[in-house]
C-alpha cells in the first residue's frame, strides 16, 4: 500500500512548524514572515541552516589527518605512561609538545584520581585535524562524576589545579558523556599558535 505524498502541504506544514518553534524561542517576532528558498529557510534576513549544513559544518573540519588511541591501567604508572605516549607520538607527527604534554599530563592523572573504577582503565585519544587543530580526549569510567573547573585554592595546595592548567593552556576543553557509564574529557589546541 503506498501513500499519496503532496509535497506542498508537506512543506507548508514543515515551514509552519518551523515558525511556530522560531516564535516560540522568540527568534522569529511574525510567524508569516518565513520563507522558502529550496533547502534553506529565511528569516527577516536570517539563515537557517538545514541539516545537511550543519552537518558539513562538522564533519569537514574535523577530518583527522593523524589519529593514536591507546587504553591504559588507571594507575600512576598509566598516567605517566600517557604522558610519555603522547610526547613520541607528537613529536612523531612534528606537532609541538608544549602545552599539550601539560594537558595530557593533567587530564590523565585526573582519570586516575578521580575516574578510577577498579578493574577498568582509561583510554587517551589524539587527533590532528586537518585545519591545524590538537584534540587530546581522555575517557575513564566514572560518568557520573563530571570535573569542574574551579577558582583556585585561597591558600597555596598541592593539588586542584589540574583544570585550571587546562583552562589557561586549551583553546577550548569540556565533557562529553558516553558510552555508558563512561565520560571523556577533551580539549583542543589550535597548532597555528606554537610554530
Known sequence: MTL???LDTDAARLRAVMAENLAACGALDDPGSLRSHGSVAFTAGVRLNTLSDMNRGIAAPRTPLHQFTVPLSATWRGARL??????EQLEAWGVPLDPARLIVAELAANAVVHGRVPGRGFRITLTVTVDGVLRIEVTDPRGESAPVARDAPP???ESGYGLLLVEESADRWGVLPGPFPCKTVWAELELGRFR
Not at 82 to 87: D, E, N
Request: proline share 17%; net charge negative; glycine share 0%.
Open 155 to 157: 591558600e597555596p595546595a
Open 82 to 87: 600517557a604522558r610519555l605516549l603522547a610526547a
Open 4 to 6: 499519496p505524498v503532496d
